[in-house]
């Protein structure tokens, strides 16, 4: 049974910062692609960053890019996320495909953990 748990959620100042953590067991295979999306109140699910299944691409949705940085290690997909401002605000799930290329879709991925709220203080 695949089981994606993200922890590193929480309440920070603008500015700050915080360090997601995707804890992965039961994929078939370590070379699925992962990613994170986020979902603020009222707005629809979207994505914030990807990383393949050989680790070797990664992508980032505009707003975040020079402020979040994926990677993952093992099992573990994180994301360090600075200069966080109130529009990060949002609860972020962790997410993976049975593939390795980056898609960008919600349907593109399979499977889903339960999400971890960030709240940005202004």
């Known amino acids: 049974q695949v089981q994606l748990v993200e922890s590193g959620g929480g309440l920070v100042q603008s500015g700050g910062s915080l360090r997601l953590s995707c804890s992965v067991t039961g994929l078939p295979s370590p070379l699925y692609a992962m990613g994170w999306f986020r979902q603020a109140p009222g707005k629809e699910r979207e994505g914030v960053a990807f990383i393949s299944g050989s680790g070797g691409a990664t992508w980032y949705t505009d707003s975040v890019k020079d402020r979040f940085t994926l990677s993952r290690e093992g099992t573990g997909l994180y994301l360090q996320m600075n200069s966080l401002n109130p529009d990060d605000t949002a609860i972020y799930f962790c997410?993976?495909?049975?593939?390795?290329?980056?898609?960008?879709?919600?349907?593109?991925?399979?499977?889903w953990g339960q999400g971890t709220q960030v709240t940005v203080s202004s």
């Open positions: 997410a993976a495909r049975r593939g390795g290329v980056i898609r960008y879709r919600i349907s593109d991925y399979d499977y």
